[in-house]
Antibody, heavy 122, light 112 residues
Framework: QVQLVESGGGVVQPGRSLRLSCAAS????????ISWVRQAPGKGLEWVAL????????NYADSVKGRFTISRDNSKNTLHLHMSSLRFEDTAVYYC???????????????WGQGTLVTVSS | DIVLTQSPLSLPVTPGEPAAISCRSS???????????LAWYLQKPGQSPQLLIY???NRASGVPDRFSGSGSGTDFTLNISRVEAEDVGVYYC?????????FGPGTKVDIK
């Protein structure tokens, strides 16, 4: 069965960096785009970044552009999100989510991980 | 960016009764391939979102047939034919036609 397991969350001071990871299994990882979606405490869902199945195309929300970098290692079925210059407003649960259709970068997300909490606090 | 609005934002329901949630888009979500790039998710308390409906009206694997999606263009509806207690949570619509993908604000469904 499809599994997405996030890790790397924690408490970090404003301005510092953090790297999140997402370990995937149960599907052909190299064939699917993956996104990061976050949810601030008590709030709705906000898309953060997307990487295409082969890693050649990357897109970012305006709120994180220039600060966050998404990457993937298809040999290890792993996705990463490097977050720098963190702000209080980046505090959220971060989910990795698999694009449902193969090869295409755009599309609905059919599976989500359980999420990892990032708290930006001084 | 495409803006999605949902109504109602809060929906108290009675088990066994039907329920409906509306999602409206600021732009048509009809893809050139003929499908609508709209999905519905349910986030149960303490859980991550789970896919219910994709491409406007296709039920995801394992989703009970009491859930159905309809609509086209800018107006969509999620229907629950007979609500069960396990259906409580927050329902989100999401558009995947354009980047960035965007979500509606969510509709909180709870039992009366």
């Amino acid at each position: 069965q499809v599994q997405l397991v996030e890790s790397g969350g924690g408490v970090v001071q404003p301005g510092r960096s953090l790297r999140l990871s997402c370990a995937a299994s149960g599907f052909t990882f190299k064939n699917h785009g993956i996104s990061w979606v976050r949810q601030a405490p008590g709030k709705g869902l906000e898309w953060v970044a997307l990487i295409s199945y082969d890693g050649t195309n990357k897109n970012y929300a305006d709120s994180v552009k220039g600060r966050f970098t998404i990457s993937r290692d298809n040999s290890k079925n792993t996705l990463h999100l490097h977050m720098s210059s963190l702000r209080f407003e980046d505090t959220a649960v971060y989910y990795c989510a698999k694009v449902g259709l193969p090869v295409t970068s755009q599309g609905f997300f059919d599976f989500w991980g359980q999420g990892t909490l990032v708290t930006v606090s001084s | 960016d495409i803006v999605l609005t949902q109504s109602p934002l809060s929906l108290p329901v009675t088990p066994g009764e039907p329920a409906a949630i509306s999602c409206r888009s600021s732009q048509s979500l009809l893809h050139s391939f003929g499908h609508n790039s709209l999905a519905w998710y349910l986030q149960k308390p303490g859980q991550s979102p789970q896919l219910l409906i994709y491409l406007g009206s296709n039920r995801a694997s394992g989703v009970p047939d009491r859930f159905s999606g309809s609509g086209s263009g800018t107006d969509f509806t999620l229907n629950i034919s007979r609500v069960e207690a396990e259906d409580v949570g927050v329902y989100y619509c999401m558009q995947a036609l354009q980047t960035p993908p965007t979500f509606g604000p969510g509709t909180k469904v709870d039992i009366k």
